[in-house]
């Protein structure tokens, strides 16, 4: 299930567990969104290659990976490394938090990794 949602004239789209990438008609309801939850760790979800691919479709302007392989979680997950290279991202430091204004949002795609420590 997909979740879209708007505050502050920002639109955000958190793709939940999503397996496939989303047909015209599903991409074209969620044109515009600022920003993207994607999960990226394979499995029942979105592998790295495909998750990048619905990245490039959707054209978010900041997107947060999600639902992947960490120190905390060694389940049936991808880590991030394969959806990082597809985007071209070779220096990520997760964050603690994110914090946007529609004015704040970068002017082409930019991942940020969240820290899940936190």
């Known amino acids: 299930m997909v979740f879209i949602m708007e505050m502050e004239d920002i639109k955000l789209c958190h793709l939940g567990d999503l397996g496939h990438t989303p047909t ?10 600022d920003i993207l939850f ?30 992947y ?24 430091e997760p964050q603690p938090k994110i914090s946007v204004t529609k004015n704040s949002l970068p002017s ?4 940020v990794m969240l820290d899940y420590r936190g």
């Open 24 to 33: 015209a008609e599903q991409a074209e309801e969620m044109t515009g969104v």
């Open 108 to 111: 082409t795609t930019q991942v």
């Open 38 to 67: 994607v999960p990226i760790g394979g499995n029942t979800t979105l592998d790295g290659v495909r998750a990048a691919e619905v990245v490039s479709l959707l054209e978010a302007r900041l997107v947060v990976p999600m639902h």
């Open 69 to 92: 392989k960490t120190e905390a979680f060694k389940g049936d997950l991808e880590p991030p490394d394969r959806f990082l290279k597809e985007l071209g991202v070779t220096a990520h």
